[in-house]
């Protein structure tokens, strides 16, 4: 934990580190893939932005130190209970998290549905480790903090802040492997710009978050096994089976086209049922809005239709919604809400 000078003018602002690329180290300067990620601790990145000092009094905490493609159920349990103790501190005014961009999207929206505050939330990472040559994670750091200690901020949810934009931890996924662009909200759209050191926000996201939503991880030791099949030409429903036999208490589909099921799946998704099993219709197209009833009989089926979630963000709202009710029609309420 390393502590800034206090100033009175300037926020207060967290930075709570998990890992990532953002923390990362290759062998040259030319290194962008290959390199490692996850090694520096939040002192390192925290010193190698002597300019954050300036915006805001920072403090650092380390969280994990894990690549984002090895995030967990038990880490996101673990950030968002000490997210929630620190914002409910009067000398904490927002939080800065840097993360890996694999799953940043899904930390985000976890984040989104089980922080109780209205103070910033700002997840950050990078797509270029910080030892190669036009790094984006120092600038992209520099101005999560601004954001984060930003009354522009306030009551907007959890944001996620790369490449001059900031977008809502609802909509925004990963859309590109290897570029600093990645990060879109398509169809949807951002929240909102960095102009140099000013966030400027042209709309604020309309479904329920943060401190609106009636999901309580403050009990929570574990969260329910939710796991998502993917559907192609040819499928027989054998991963559903396997799913099932491994003790999902959910499987979000992720369908072909506007959510479509295969023929061939549905002796499994019946007897998954039977089990107890909720399904959750989601598309691989990662685009658009699953209608209820469209491609699938969702009211013969009891599936519960994901709106406009992908399948990974509709597994993290399908989890939370476990620990609530396994009633079908009540989960498809909490898709048209969150
Ligand atoms: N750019 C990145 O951060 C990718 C890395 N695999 C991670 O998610 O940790």
């Avoid at 996620?160 to 169809?187: C, Q, W, Y």
């Avoid at 009710?325 to 009540?330: A, F, S, Y």
Wanted: glycine share 8%.
């Amino acid at each position: 934990v390393c502590f800034a000078e206090a100033t009175d003018k300037l926020p207060n602002v967290k930075i709570l580190a998990t890992g990532g690329t953002i923390a990362g180290a290759g062998a040259t300067n030319t290194t962008t893939v290959g390199y490692t990620a996850a090694v520096a601790p939040v002192e390192a990145l925290i010193n190698n932005v002597p300019e954050l000092k300036k915006v805001a009094n920072v403090s650092g905490e380390q969280i994990s130190q894990i690549a984002s493609e090895n995030m967990s159920n038990e880490v996101w349990l673990k950030l968002g209970k000490r997210v929630n103790q620190l914002l409910a501190q009067d000398d904490v005014d927002g939080i800065v998290i840097t993360h890996g961009t694999d799953t940043l999207e899904e930390t985000a929206y976890f984040l989104n549905l089980v922080v109780k505050s209205d103070k910033p939330v700002v997840l950050v990472g990078s797509m270029r480790p910080p030892t190669a040559m036009s790094a984006d994670g120092m600038l992209n750091l520099y101005r999560a903090t601004i954001l984060a200690g930003s009354k522009e901020a306030v009551g907007k949810g959890v944001l996620v802040m790369l490449n001059d934009t900031i977008h809502s931890g609802r909509d925004v996924t990963k859309t590109i492997t290897d570029r600093v662009d990645t990060f879109k909200a398509p169809e949807i759209g951002p929240l909102g710009f960095f102009t140099g050191d000013k966030p400027v926000f042209y709309r604020a996201p309309l479904r329920k978050h943060t401190a609106a939503t009636e999901f309580d991880i403050s009990h929570l030791n574990e969260l329910p096994r939710v796991d998502i099949a993917y559907h192609y030409a040819g499928n027989t429903g054998v991963v559903i089976e396997a799913l099932t036999k491994a003790g999902a208490k959910g499987i979000v589909h992720a369908g072909t086209g506007n959510g479509s099921i295969g023929k061939a799946e549905y002796p499994a998704i019946e007897a998954a049922q039977k089990k107890g099993v909720v399904i959750v219709r989601s598309a691989r197209v990662g685009n658009g809005i699953i209608a209820r009833n469209g491609e699938a009989n969702d009211d013969k089926y009891n599936f519960v239709a994901a709106d406009s979630l992908n399948p990974q963000k509709a597994r993290i709202l399908l989890m939370l919604a476990l620990t609530k009710t396994d009633n079908p029609q009540e989960i498809q309420k909490m898709f048209w809400e969150y």
